[in-house]
């Protein structure tokens, strides 16, 4: 039922080529390499995003720890009656990044041991005020007394009585 061609071959128009069905499942095929080309891409530009937020993630959990360290390292301090807060607070957080297990309050205790100057006595205005008349009484022992005391305790006010003393007035 073909026509015939100038060569004589039979020429069917009811059925393709299986050249044709050839080039069909080619193009298919080249049609999902590129879609699984493109998804690769895709793939990998979605892990690369997912790495960056997970070092953000990282670098805000990094943030929130030392702030509340920061906070609680604070509260010690002022709990145990620090005179500079902020060298306090630095020695501190030296003395805790050099600890196996981080302990805030074992470290603000370390701390008042071996610098007790940064803390203001216990006995804090036992001694009177200031202006008092006591300050004078005593002479050289008593003098003797009130310079170990402001120098231990590091609080200003017996240091102004210490050298009020010493002025004789």
């Given at each position: 039922?073909?026509?015939?061609?100038?060569?004589?071959?039979?020429?069917?128009?009811?059925?393709?080529?299986?050249?044709?069905?050839?080039?069909?499942?080619?193009?298919?095929?080249?049609?999902?390499?590129?879609?699984?080309?493109?998804?690769?891409?895709?793939?990998?530009?979605?892990?690369?995003?997912?790495?960056?937020?997970?070092?953000?993630?990282?670098?805000?959990?990094?943030?929130?720890?030392?702030?509340?360290?920061?906070?609680?390292?604070?509260?010690?301090?002022?709990?145990?009656r620090a005179v500079d807060l902020e060298t306090a607070c630095l020695l501190t957080e030296a003395t805790i990044s050099e600890m196996d297990d981080p302990d805030v309050a074992v470290a603000v205790r370390e701390l008042k041991a071996r610098k007790p100057f940064l803390f203001s006595c216990?006995?804090?205005?036992?001694?009177?005020?200031?202006?008092?008349?006591?300050?004078?009484?005593?002479?050289?022992?008593?003098?003797?007394?009130?310079?170990?005391?402001?120098?231990?305790?590091?609080?200003?006010?017996?240091?102004?009585?210490?050298?009020?003393?010493?002025?004789?007035?």
């Amino acid at each position: 039922m073909g026509i015939k061609g100038v060569g004589g071959d039979p020429i069917d128009q009811g059925e393709p080529e299986v050249v044709e069905i050839d080039r069909v499942e080619l193009s298919e095929e080249v049609i999902w390499k590129t879609r699984a080309a493109e998804a690769e891409e895709k793939l990998a530009e979605c892990e690369a995003r997912v790495s960056g937020l997970e070092r953000e993630l990282a670098e805000a959990n990094e943030a929130v720890v030392s702030t509340q360290r920061r906070g609680d390292i604070e509260r010690e301090l002022t709990a145990a009656r620090a005179v500079d807060l902020e060298t306090a607070c630095l020695l501190t957080e030296a003395t805790i990044s050099e600890m196996d297990d981080p302990d805030v309050a074992v470290a603000v205790r370390e701390l008042k041991a071996r610098k007790p100057f940064l803390f203001s006595c216990a006995t804090h205005g036992t001694r009177g005020s200031a202006m008092s008349s006591q300050a004078g009484n005593g002479g050289g022992e008593g003098l003797g007394r009130m310079a170990s005391s402001a120098r231990s305790s590091g609080d200003r006010n017996e240091l102004l009585r210490y050298l009020r003393a010493r002025r004789g007035g």
